[in-house]
């Protein structure tokens, strides 16, 4: 079975600082793919930055990277330089026959 | 272009209407997915078609009728729903290049079962 879980429910950030966003998962399949979506209150669900197993580098995409630790199963989002719009609800998802979500951790970044 | 579109945005709907989502996207994609998400829970996976065929229903009431006309095309197909179907469901489409895959979302219909 596969699980993927996010153990933040909140995080506070300051502007301009950097925000690590935890997720873990649980599959005993070597092919899954990562992925990592913001979702701000007004429901959308966007694309941040995804990873699969196979690959030997962390993910990258502008301010945003994935540290992908295959032995402990662990798939960080990093933001760097955090912007008052970043303030959303992420969710990590992992798929491998089917997506799963994790619940979501809600970042806050204050002025 | 990462667009997926959804029409309505909204809808509110008695328990015994029919009424249909639809969700489109022209960017090739050959996976199309509906999920449902209650508030601040996180999606759940509703159905999967690869290839313009049917391959994930995750034990969805059958008053939830998915359809995919063309490879562009999903449509959601609604009949006497429950009020605790009322959600924000996510239409997605997804494709692989090499090794690197992407999941795209639209931007829901916001759905009230009254």
């Known amino acids: 079975a596969q699980k993927i879980t996010q153990t933040q429910p909140g995080m506070f950030v300051q502007e301009k600082e950097a925000v690590t966003l935890d997720c873990t998962y649980d599959t005993s399949d070597p092919s899954y793919g990562l992925f990592w979506y913001k979702q701000p209150s007004s429901g959308e669900m966007i694309f941040l930055i995804y990873?699969?197993?196979?690959?030997?580098q962390n993910a990258t995409e502008g301010r945003y990277s994935l540290n992908f630790q295959k032995a402990r199963k662990s798939a960080n989002l990093v933001i760097s330089a955090s912007q008052l719009g970043d303030s959303a609800m992420y969710f990590c998802?992992?798929?491998?026959?089917?997506?799963?979500f994790g619940a979501g951790t809600r970042l806050t970044v204050k002025p | 272009d990462t667009e997926v579109t959804q029409t309505p945005k909204h809808l509110v709907m008695g328990m015994t209407n029919k009424k249909s989502l639809k969700c489109e996207q022209h960017?090739?994609?050959?996976?199309m997915y509906w999920y449902k998400q209650k508030a601040k829970k996180p999606p759940e996976l509703m159905f999967v078609y690869s290839y313009e065929k049917l391959s994930i229903n995750e034990s969805v009431p059958s008053r939830f009728s998915p359809e995919c006309p063309n490879s562009s095309l999903l449509n959601l197909h609604l009949h006497a729903l429950q009020p605790e179907d009322s959600a924000l469901y996510l239409c997605?489409?997804?494709?692989?290049?090499?090794?690197?895959?992407?999941?795209?979302f639209g931007p829901g219909t916001r759905l009230l079962v009254l």
């Open positions: 990873q699969g197993s196979y690959d030997q």
């Open positions: 997605a489409s997804s494709h692989y290049l090499g090794q690197e895959e992407t999941q795209y």
């Open positions: 998802a992992m798929r491998v026959n089917d997506m799963r």
């Open positions: 960017m090739g994609h050959r996976a």
